[in-house]
T-cell receptor, first 109, second 114 residues
Framework: KNEVEQSPQNLTAQEGEFITINCSYS?????LHWLQQHPGGGIVSLFM???GKKKHGRLIATINIQEKHSSLHITASHPRDSAVYIC???????????FGSGTQLTVLP | KAGVTQTPRYLIKTRGQQVTLSCSPI?????VSWYQQTPGQGLQFLFE?????QRNKGNFPGRFSGRQFSNSRSEMNVSTLELGDSALYLC???WGTGRDNEQFFGPGTRLTVL
């Protein structure tokens, strides 16, 4: 079993829809990252959180430490949101990130 | 403020050769981490450097090595290249090594081994 599991693997939505991507992890963590990767490879860090909820524009990230679960929500989705979204956890005292396999999001106009 | 830069962006090598990739962190950042991304294994941690010292290492063979210079720039080297080393190599920098230090990623170097 992978330490970090994401669902769904692929997601297709219509423009304007509300989107949720889930991440579950099996280890104790000190922080969780949500990353966005566009075709071509560049990765952008969307959120880093260790508790509660963060919001940036149309993006919202939540984490439940007790349930070892995090969600990334996109409100009013737009075709430019099409990308791979990756969850990564920083566990214990180590600095190394362990990554989920990513969710390929396609938003259709 | 300039972001993380990586050079070269694309590289083609043949089996058995060696390769050196470079990463320049955001100005003021002292920690640099390297990651490998392949279609089969996804993103995997290679190593982290802070103040010219390797602080953490992932589960990769000794053919993968790195170093960090006094200006925080980092290089990684892969010797005796194998076909399976074809990947996108990403580096990320952060100010420090604490858990609250967010990592900022570079555009990556895409290595193809023929």
């Amino acid at each position: 079993k992978n330490e970090v599991e994401q669902s769904p693997q692929n997601l297709t939505a219509q423009e304007g829809e509300f989107i949720t991507i889930n991440c579950s992890y099996s280890v104790g963590i000190s922080a969780l990252h949500w990353l966005q990767q566009h075709p071509g490879g560049g990765i952008v860090s969307l959120f880093m959180l260790s508790s509660g909820k963060k919001k940036h524009g149309r993006l919202i990230a939540t984490i439940n430490i007790q349930e070892k679960h995090s969600s990334l929500h996109i409100t009013a989705s737009h075709p430019r949101d099409s990308a791979v979204y990756i969850c990564a956890v920083l566990s214990g005292s180590a600095r190394q990130l362990t990554f989920g396999s990513g969710t390929q999001l396609t938003v259709l106009p | 403020k300039a972001g993380v830069t990586q050079t070269p962006r694309y590289l083609i090598k043949t089996r058995g050769q060696q390769v050196t990739l470079s990463c320049s962190p955001i100005s003021g950042h002292r920690s640099v981490s390297w990651y490998q991304q392949t279609p089969g294994q996804g993103l995997q941690f290679l190593f982290e450097y802070f103040s010219e010292t390797q602080r953490n290492k992932g589960n990769f063979p000794g053919r993968f090595s790195g170093r960090q210079f006094s200006n925080s720039r980092s290089e990684m080297n892969v010797s005796t290249l194998e076909l399976g080393d074809s990947a996108l190599y990403l580096c990320a920098s952060s100010w420090g090594t604490g858990r609250d230090n967010e990592q900022f990623f570079g555009p990556g170097t895409r290595l193809t081994v023929l």
